[in-house]
T-cell receptor, first 114, second 116 residues
Framework: NAGVMQNPRHLVRRRGQEARLRCSPMKGHSHVYWYRQLPEEGLKFMVYLQKENIIDESGMPKERFSAEFPKEGPSILRIQQVVRGDSAAYFC???WGDGNQPQHFGDGTRLSIL | AQSVTQPDIHITVSEGASLELRCNYSYGATPYLFWYVQSPGQGLQLLLKYFSGDTLVQGIKGFEAEFKRSQSSFNLRKPSVHWSDAAEYFCAVGAGLTGGGNKLTFGTGTQLKVEL
């Protein structure tokens, strides 16, 4: 499968635990984006990364959320001390380097907080 | 800041009928515009995109969209809808980011139901 791979597809956490969401971009793509989709809403931009660099994190909550895209391995979105309001679908997208290239999305991780 | 409005939350059409989904955007420069489709439990699939040039763009699955700068619109159309087109449709505008990336701002989506 040459598409964007996200895992896990579903993740259940209790309040206060940590959630780690992984994203492997399409082969050859060097740009990774994370979006969050709350119920009945569209997707909201969270963060844009290139290898080993966070380029724009203007959509990330100021606390508890972090993202990385290491030189080797998938991009990780990490949510510490999760709360009920973090329940959402988190989507990763990837693209080539140029701004006019479309973003290709994974199937998302559905995060549920008990 | 850019924004996207999809005024129709739900639309129901009969199979074989024509379809038009509305999208209005707000953006200070020439926009990058996209339509994506999302089936339940799935990610978003790109239907078509507009960057420049011909204002009528063709996409996959028989969809097309027309960019009208004077109306700040990018409506999606299909001449004959199939039952498999039932899904949620998102319009998005892209803003360039430092580093060459593109920040997408999405509308709230239009849920399409197809009656057989």
């Amino acid at each position: 499968n040459a598409g964007v791979m996200q895992n896990p597809r579903h993740l259940v956490r209790r309040r206060g635990q940590e959630a780690r969401l992984r994203c492997s971009p399409m082969k050859g793509h060097s740009h990774v984006y994370w979006y969050r989709q709350l119920p009945e809403e569209g997707l909201k931009f969270m963060v844009y990364l290139q290898k080993e660099n966070i380029i724009d994190e203007s959509g990330m909550p100021k606390e508890r959320f972090s993202a990385e895209f290491p030189k080797e391995g998938p991009s990780i979105l990490r949510i510490q001390q999760v709360v009920r309001g973090d329940s959402a679908a988190y989507f990763c997208a990837s693209s080539w380097g140029d701004g006019n290239q479309p973003q290709h999305f994974g199937d998302g991780t559905r995060l549920s907080i008990l | 800041a850019q924004s996207v409005t999809q005024p129709d939350i739900h639309i129901t059409v009969s199979e074989g009928a024509s379809l038009e989904l509305r999208c209005n955007y707000s953006y200070g420069a020439t926009p990058y515009l996209f339509w994506y489709v999302q089936s339940p439990g799935q990610g978003l699939q790109l239907l078509l995109k507009y960057f420049s040039g011909d204002t009528l763009v063709q996409g996959i699955k028989g969809f097309e969209a027309e960019f009208k700068r004077s109306q700040s619109s990018f409506n999606l159309r299909k001449p004959s809808v199939h039952w498999s087109d039932a899904a949620e449709y998102f319009c998005a505008v892209g803003a360039g980011l430092t580093g060459g990336g593109n920040k997408l701002t999405f509308g709230t989506g239009t849920q399409l139901k197809v009656e057989l």
